[in-house]
């Protein structure tokens, strides 16, 4: 696992967004697997900024969402798909249809599932992977206990991650208890994994993922399964790591090159 610690959020945010640019530029075709969270919004934002500059195409790309609401309609304003369109495919070129999510608000969640997982494999799996970090290591929706072989299905939210992603809704009790997300297997088969934590709420986290035990019980903790993993951590979550000073030498200021 490659882990790079920035001093700020912002440094963190632009070192993310560069590196799946850096993927685009690299690969225009490239399959991306896409996540939202308040973590992505202004990762997004940057490459948007660096779409209009002319430095980065999504025209050929296509992407994966991880997850989305069950029993939440695209048009909801609280829904992944709006989230999305919000923050990013309706300011790039992405073709349509190229980005999918599951639908939320299906009779048969499970069947959606199913048929999600397949047009995955049918793609040829997630060239890169961006991931965001719960609290409670979540990701996805993958929430702790989830299968680490697990493909994807349908999930019930715990308590705290329906409380902290409430602000997304208008009335709390509107969090629904279900969610379509992409299995931690579904996640390891990609070719690249990118994940992106800052503050000082994801220290636990963070050093659960990196140094804990590979264990369901913090579903991240899965990555370190990963050949290709890159972890980017602010300093505040990166505060609670016990080899952090190995990192810093390894990566001085997050820095992707070798020393
Ligand atoms: C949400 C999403 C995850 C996201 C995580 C962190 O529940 N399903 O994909 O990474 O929680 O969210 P935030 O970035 O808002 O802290």
Same mark, same amino acid.
């Given at each position: ?19 799946? !640019? ?7 075709? *490239? =399959? ?7 973590? @992505? ?9 660096? #779409? ?8 050929? %790309? ?10 939440? *309609? ?8 709006? #989230? ?7 300011? =790039? ?5 190229? %980005? ?17 997982? $397949? *047009? +995955?494999?049918?793609?040829?799996? +997630? ?11 979540? +990701? ?8 680490? !072989? ?54 636990? %986290?963070?050093?659960? @993922? ?16 990963? $050949?290709? %993993? ?7 979550? *990166? ?21």
């Amino acid at each position: 696992m490659k882990v790079l610690i920035h001093a700020d959020p912002a440094r963190a945010l632009d070192c993310t967004a560069g590196l799946l !640019a850096a993927r685009l530029q690299r690969q225009p075709d *490239a =399959v991306l697997g896409l996540a939202t969270g308040g973590t @992505m919004e202004a990762v997004y934002a940057r490459l948007i900024a660096a #779409y209009k500059r002319g430095e980065v195409s999504f025209g050929q %790309a296509r992407s994966f969402n991880l997850d989305e609401y069950v029993g939440v *309609a695209p048009d909801h304003p609280a829904s992944y798909w709006h #989230y999305m369109r919000e923050h990013l495919l309706d300011h =790039v070129d992405i073709a349509p249809g190229a %980005a999918l999510l599951p639908r939320g608000d299906t009779p048969n969640p499970e069947a959606e599932a199913a048929t999600y997982e $397949r *047009a +995955i494999v049918e793609a040829g799996d +997630i060239g890169l992977q961006l991931l965001g970090l719960g609290a409670n290591g979540h +990701i996805g929706f993958n929430e702790p206990t989830s299968s680490l !072989a697990s493909l994807t299905r349908v999930k019930t939210l715990t308590r705290s991650t329906r409380e902290a992603n409430a602000r997304f809704f208008e009335d709390p009790a509107q969090v629904p208890r279900l969610a379509i997300t992409m299995g931690i297997g579904t996640i390891l088969r990609a070719d690249e994994v990118l994940l992106l934590a800052y503050g000082e709420g994801k220290a636990d %986290a963070a050093r659960a @993922m990196i140094e804990g035990p590979l264990s369901a019980a913090c579903p991240a903790s899965a990555l370190q399964l990963h $050949r290709k %993993a890159t972890v980017v951590l602010d300093a505040a979550a *990166a505060s609670k790591l016990a080899l952090r000073d190995y990192y810093e030498e390894v990566h001085p200021d997050g820095r992707d090159v070798p020393i």
